[in-house]
């Protein structure tokens, strides 16, 4: 681990090849797409931890991810087109399986054909998300969610819509993951978007009033619950970068799934799988995340930086349906989109925040050391 920094061996923002965190990210399955949005016979680029990859869909409906340059010449896979399962490149005719060996090369004699490869990784499609393992070895069983859920939430499977929603947020995708145990930032960061009138542009005080927290920490999970409270909230971060979130919204309770997943270190792509125990409700109170595109409104992530760039306020979006999303891109995007942490002032209210870096240092430390990971399932 010659070219590591101490930096990056503390800090777990940086996931490119070969960095700590980055491999402690691989060893799990990762959203990378929503599945409504791979056609079968399509092709696309995928970008994730820095790296470049090829998502494809065959005729026979599986997703699958492949290196992202073809085996001769390197051009890129991502222009070449779906044959079946397979994947045939643009520039000369070679055609590769969803093993990733190539089974056809126009011309070229077949022991040619037999030593030409290119790496396939292993995809699931789980809730309309299509999830890929791009770490060494076998990957983890993958995660029983609706098992999950019925532990420890409201029966995923029971909600009478589940959907999928995805945003872009421009900040390293840590400050997203430490957000979601951030439990005192919702009446202040949300303070518009909970507002029914959605007026208020200064804080209220009464708005500061918590709830008081409890704090569980298991081997590979940390759960922050509101003792009490109208309504319920309970947050769970899953490691190393996933969050399991129950939440009140205006008429019954929202419970979902959500992975923050690097595209670099400094961008990365939310993917969440949305129940609704509810009718579905165009004003949940707070904490709804959302799609990016919808109406005439620019999305989110463009609204947010607008407002970062001082050119518009939260007030001039009150209409947005994603709110919500603005508001934490605000804050989070604020923090730098690599964040510093070093002079940070960490104060009671940061518990979660805290024991989600401690989890993740033991991680980290254990991994640099050539220990095993502690991949138990949630
Ligand atoms: S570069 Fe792909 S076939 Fe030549
Ligand atoms: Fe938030």
């Not at 999928?164 to 439990?183: A, I, Q, S």
């Not at 081997?219 to 922050?224: A, D, E, F, G, Q």
């Not at 409270?229 to 979130?245: R, W």
């Amino acid at each position: 681990m010659s070219t590591v920094t101490d930096d990056q061996v503390r800090d777990p923002v940086f996931t490119s090849p070969g960095t700590p965190a980055g491999r402690l990210m691989r060893s799990y399955w990762q959203p990378v797409l929503q599945s409504k949005d791979l056609a079968p016979a399509t092709v696309q680029p995928l970008t994730v931890m820095s790296e470049q990859f090829t998502l494809y869909r065959g005729e026979d409906g599986i997703a699958r991810v492949m290196a992202p340059r073809c085996a001769h010449r390197l051009t890129v896979l991502s222009v070449g087109t779906v044959e079946g399962s397979s994947l045939r490149c643009m520039f000369h005719g070679w055609k590769f399986g969803g093993d990733g060996r190539c089974v056809e090369a126009p011309g070229e004699s077949d022991r040619l054909v037999a030593r030409a490869a290119v790496r396939a990784y292993p995809t699931w499609e789980a809730h309309g998300l299509i999830f890929t393992y791009l770490g060494e070895g076998e990957p983890p069983p993958f995660p029983d969610l609706d098992g999950f859920s019925r532990r420890h939430g409201r029966d995923l499977t029971a909600a009478p819509t589940v959907e999928t929603e995805t945003y872009l947020r421009r900040c390293n995708f840590f400050t997203n993951v430490e957000n979601g145990l951030d439990h005192a930032h919702v009446p202040f960061t949300h303070r518009l978007s909970a507002d029914p009138t959605r007026t208020k542009t200064g804080f209220d005080p009464s708005a500061a009033h918590q709830e008081p927290i409890e704090v569980t920490r298991e081997v590979t999970t940390i759960r922050v619950r509101e003792r009490s409270g109208d309504s319920p909230y309970q947050a769970t971060f899953l490691m190393p970068n996933a969050l399991h979130l129950i939440v009140g919204i205006r008429s019954g309770v929202m419970e979902q799934f959500a992975w923050r997943v690097p595209i670099d270190d400094e961008t990365h792509r939310s993917f969440a799988i949305v129940g609704r125990h509810v009718p579905r409700s165009p004003a949940p109170t707070h904490m709804v995340g959302g799609a990016e595109v919808d109406s005439d409104w620019l999305p989110a992530d463009e609204c947010a930086e607008l407002i970062l760039n001082g050119e518009k306020r939260l007030l001039d979006f009150v209409e947005h349906p994603h709110l919500v999303n603005i508001e934490d891109h605000v804050a989070q995007v604020g923090m730098g989109r690599l964040a510093d942490r070093t002079n940070e002032l960490l104060a009671e209210s940061d518990k979660g925040v805290v024991q989600i870096r401690r989890m993740w240092r033991s991680q980290l430390d254990a991994l640099v050391r050539d220990e095993p990971l502690n991949r138990k399932p949630w």
